[in-house]
């Protein structure tokens, strides 16, 4: 799956992320991790409606990424607003 050679490419753990393939679901977020996209600033936090939409429409846009890795990138106004699960 082509997320895995980003996951490695920025060097986080890969966990069960893109494990599922395209289910619906993107890939679950290990921990201390966050999604990002390759284009952009922001990171997300959780799976947000952007994160969905990224997945369904473009997944090799997705990331995930360890948050330290997020560094420099601010977070996703969806994700900072939505409750933890
Ligand atoms: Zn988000």
């Avoid at 997320?3 to 893109?18: F, L, M, N, Q």
């Avoid at 369904?56 to 601010?74: C, M, Q, S, T, Y």
Wanted: charge should be positive.
């Amino acid at each position: 799956m082509r997320i895995y050679g980003d996951i490695g490419r920025v060097g986080t753990r890969s966990g069960a992320a893109g494990a599922k393939g395209r289910e619906g679901l993107p890939p679950q977020l290990g921990p201390g991790q966050v999604y990002a996209m390759k284009s952009g600033w922001v990171f997300h936090t959780g799976p947000c409606q952007i994160v969905r939409r990224t997945w369904d429409f473009n997944p090799e846009g997705l990331l995930v990424i360890d948050a330290e890795g997020a560094d420099g990138r601010r977070q996703c106004g969806s994700c900072a607003a939505a409750p933890k699960d």
